[in-house]
Nanobody, 124 residues
Framework: QVQLVESGGGLVQAGDSLRLSCAAS????????MGWFRQAPGKEREFVSA????????RYADSVKGRFTISRDNAKNTVYLQMNSLKPEDTANYSC?????????????????WGQGTQVTVSS
């Protein structure tokens, strides 16, 4: 059982930056692909970014490419999502997820463990 705890959300203005963190209870996090997803009220959960366990492969949604960067520190059992040039449409609850795989996933169904999420609100 892997427990994930997100932090770093908040209320910011358009153009600002935030860095989300996802702390995992798993000591061998390098065995897990990690993903970030978001869900806005009334909308389905949406893929944001993912990274393989070895950090050699990354994937981004088109809507965040060039603005968001995923990274991980396996020694600290933590994954990050650096979000720059935030837009009001980025407003959502952001969750991290983990999957025991050497691959990389962008579909929520492929992830086994989920955090509770952290709210990001971007005002115009």
């Amino acid at each position: 059982q892997v427990q994930l705890v997100e932090s770093g959300g908040g209320l910011v203005q358009a153009g600002d930056s935030l860095r989300l963190s996802c702390a995992a209870s798993e000591r061998t996090l390098s065995r897990y692909a990690m993903g970030w997803f978001r869900q806005a009220p009334g909308k389905e959960r949406e893929f944001v970014s993912a990274m393989s366990g070895s950090a050699t492969n990354t994937r981004y949604a088109d809507s965040v490419k060039g603005r968001f960067t995923i990274s991980r520190d396996n020694a600290k059992n933590t994954v990050y999502l650096q979000m720059n040039s935030l837009k009001p449409e980025d407003t959502a609850n952001y969750s991290c997820a983990a999957a025991r795989t050497y691959s990389i996933y962008s579909i929520p169904h492929d992830y086994t463990y989920w955090g509770q999420g952290t709210q990001v609100t971007v005002s115009s």
